[in-house]
């Protein structure tokens, strides 16, 4: 027993078209399960903020293994030049001890010399040196000797190497200004 409901008789024509509909509906609805859901701007703040927050540790490592890394350079460039500025001074420190022994043992001799000097021969002699020199000069002789040397020089070369003399026995002399500078306005 076969029943028939109904029949439908179609052209081929539109047998076609309706199988290119159902083609192309078929195919719209694969294409529309490709594209991504319509995304608000709510879910992208909130997806943005989660990706911030789960790389944020990682980020904050990494800039701080960078920033250790340029400390390092710099306290490697800073050890380096401390050395450097430690062997110079270290240069420095025993050029400096030559210098003075070889000062003490020339101020020695040279004081020696006018020791024996007659007054009259070693006052144009103190007279053309620098003043400073005269008076560290006359400062080391006998008192007596001092006196007669500075009694054979002009008198106003004897009065700046005897205001050298006394200002260096000053205690409240500033030792940053010479005696030839003139003293500040007060």
């Given at each position: 027993?076969?029943?028939?409901?109904?029949?439908?008789?179609?052209?081929?024509?539109?047998?076609?078209r309706?199988?290119?509909?159902?083609a192309?509906?078929?195919?719209?609805?694969?294409?529309?399960?490709?594209?991504?859901?319509?995304v608000?701007?709510?879910?992208?703040?909130?997806?943005?903020?989660?990706?911030?927050?789960?790389?944020?540790?990682a980020?904050?490592?990494?800039?701080?293994?960078?920033?250790?890394?340029?400390?390092?350079?710099?306290?490697?460039?800073?050890?380096?030049?401390?050395?450097?500025?430690?062997?110079r001074?270290?240069?420095?420190?025993?050029?400096?001890?030559?210098?003075?022994?070889?000062?003490?043992?020339?101020?020695?001799?040279?004081?020696?010399?006018?020791?024996?000097?007659?007054?009259?021969?070693?006052?144009?002699q103190?007279?053309?040196?620098?003043?400073?020199?005269?008076?560290?000069?006359i400062?080391?002789?006998?008192?007596?000797?001092?006196?007669?040397?500075?009694?054979?020089?002009?008198?106003e070369?004897?009065?700046?190497?005897?205001?050298i003399?006394?200002?260096?026995?000053?205690?409240?002399?500033?030792?940053?200004?010479?005696?030839?500078?003139?003293?500040?306005?007060?």
């Open positions: 027993m076969t029943e028939t409901l109904f029949t439908i008789s179609i052209s081929r024509r539109m047998a076609r309706v199988l290119a509909a159902a192309v509906l078929t195919l719209v609805g694969q294409v529309g399960a490709q594209q991504p859901a319509a608000s701007e709510t879910s992208t703040s909130d997806e943005i903020q989660k990706f911030c927050t789960n790389i944020a540790d980020a904050r490592d990494q800039r701080y293994l960078l920033q250790k890394q340029e400390l390092d350079k710099l306290q490697a460039d800073v050890d380096i030049r401390i050395k450097a500025l430690e062997e001074t270290a240069e420095y420190q025993d050029w400096l001890k030559r210098r003075n022994d070889f000062l003490a043992r020339a101020q020695a001799g040279l004081v020696d010399i006018f020791k024996t000097m007659k007054p009259d021969a070693a006052a144009p103190l007279a053309e040196m620098k003043l400073e020199i005269a008076a560290a000069i400062m080391q002789l006998p008192a007596r000797q001092s006196a007669l040397f500075l009694s054979e020089m002009d008198p070369k004897a009065g700046m190497i005897s205001t003399i006394s200002s260096a026995t000053d205690p409240n002399t500033s030792k940053a200004r010479t005696p030839n500078t003139p003293k500040a306005p007060s």
